[in-house]
């Protein structure tokens, strides 16, 4: 059993895992013959002075996650850098319907790489948006729906072969399950509470429900809905706070065509402020450009390996301090290329954000 340890002194890193790496039908169909993540990374071109781009990566190069060797040297990073588990994403759109499947499936079906591992169900539509160069388009590629209680216990059905994996985080026994938007879900369908009767016929303690938000007045409610911890990721209310505070330098930066600009500190602070006001696990990003995928619309976080580091020292000292409730820490992302959001070594930085979080969170 993949335990989660409880620790304040040692708090628990799990990093998003973004399984688009790969191609698919539907991909094909969409974006053209071939298209992954990569093809938006690869021609992302600077777009102002000084501004980083492309970000290639280093030591994994431009990879296919159906290759399990690239699996496996993903896994044996991560736990060489401290990484406790992979959070997979993980996309059930109703009636049985799922993309990006392959990768997760097949660590399942193999039982390698032996690293520990979580589901987070990434559950919202696909749109243009998401994934081109031309963030202002919003037309539905895939939308994500909710047809009844069968199809949410079908899910549970699908899911639980996960939870019983030796690998699968648990907190006292109980899998980890993260939901990206709990709010979408119809009241109707109780996924929690279904679940957690699910759960019980199939012999479980339980499930630790984690709910997913970028914003702080949805936290409240997402407890109400039953969920035991909720992940708040800052960086969409900063935006917002931004576009207030700095209303002519917005304007500025529109006329110029210059995507939206966030200090690290403002981000930083904001996170620390809400997680310790309304008890949330803090989602810690390490950068954030998102110009790859949407250009002059995109969002970028200024941001360097050193922020990263104090940050985790900072998040970690409120720890020991009894400021947060909770040891675990949610990193976004291991593999988010296309946001300019990884972990994995680049060219320019190397390992420099994998040394961060190791000395961050070490002794």
Sequence with gaps: MAELKIDFNHPATIAFYL??????????????????EWTNVGKAKPLFPGHYQP????????YDLRVPETREQQAEMARQYGIDGFCYWHYWFGNGKQLLERPFNEVLESGRPDFPFCLGWANHSWKIKTW????????????????????????????????LDNRYLKIDGKPIFLIWEPESIPKEIDYVKIWREEARLNGLKGIVFIGFTFYQ??????????YDH???????????????????????????????????????????????????????????????????YGLIL????????????????YLKAGKLTTPIIF?????????????EPDLKYSKSYLESLKEGLGD
Excluded at 55 to 62: C, F, M, Q, R, T
Excluded at 302 to 307: G, V
């Design 19 to 36: 399984p688009q790496f790969h191609p698919i039908p539907e991909n094909d169909q969409w974006w053209g013959k071939g298209f992954t």
């Design 302 to 317: 200024k941001s360097s390996p050193l922020h990263f580091k104090n940050f985790l020292i900072k998040i970690k000292t």
């Design 132 to 163: 081109s160069n031309e963030g202002k388009f919003d037309k539905l590629l895939i939308e994500q729906k909710y047809p009844g209680v069968q199809d949410c216990k079908d899910h549970f059905k699908f899911v639980l072969k996960a939870f």
């Design 217 to 226: 007045n949805k936290i409240d409610y997402i407890y109400k809905l039953g």
């Design 230 to 296: 909720v992940v708040y990721d800052a960086i969409k209310d900063v935006v917002e706070m931004n576009k207030t505070k700095k209303f002519i330098k917005q304007i500025i930066r529109k006329f110029f065509n210059i995507p939206i600009l966030i200090n690290y500190s403002d981000y930083q602070k904001e996170v620390l402020n809400v997680v310790t006001l309304k008890e949330a696990l803090p989602c810690v990003i390490p950068n954030f450009d998102h110009t790859p995928r949407s250009g002059k």
């Design 55 to 62: 970000h290639v990566p280093a030591d994994l190069g431009y």
């Design 331 to 343: 990193i976004k992302s291991w593999n988010e290329w296309g946001e300019g959001n990884h972990l």
